[in-house]
């Protein structure tokens, strides 16, 4: 299963054109970067890179990836960047409701006439 993670990291190898300096650049590990890479190339059935004696190359394939990537992840960096200020944007609704009640002459109980006792 191909994630953003995935694709961040491939970013960086890119970048980077070196797994160490890529997991440097991540915080990771370089074995962690190595993983991510092989399950990418997995996923894609073909490889990435060329990996040559100390850095990587793009494959053909790698180029067209890249090009497909970019904008998902800057589309992705654009919300993470909005994304705090969303409720600031959202219109505030606000709702209110009043229940009136009357009460029917029938339905109110049956009192004496003024003045008199009543039943004894």
Not at 7 to 26: D, G, P, R, S
Not at 33 to 40: F, G, N, P, T, W
Not at 42 to 54: G, I, V
Not at 79 to 90: F, T, V
């Amino acid at each position: 299963m191909m994630t953003l993670r995935h694709l961040y990291i491939f970013k960086t190898v890119c970048e980077t054109k070196n797994f160490t300096k890529a997991a440097q650049k991540l915080y990771i590990t370089q074995s962690a970067v190595s993983h991510a890479i092989r399950e990418l190339e997995e996923y894609a059935q073909t490889a990435l890179f060329d990996r040559l004696s100390k850095r990587v190359q793009l494959t053909r394939s790698g180029e067209l990836l890249l090009e497909e990537i970019l904008p998902v992840l800057a589309a992705c960096e654009s919300l993470d960047s909005r994304i705090k200020s969303l409720e600031k944007q959202a219109p505030i609704h606000v709702v209110s409701s009043i229940t009136i009640a009357i009460l029917n002459r029938s339905f109110r109980p049956s009192l004496p006439p003024s003045g008199s006792s009543g039943p004894m």
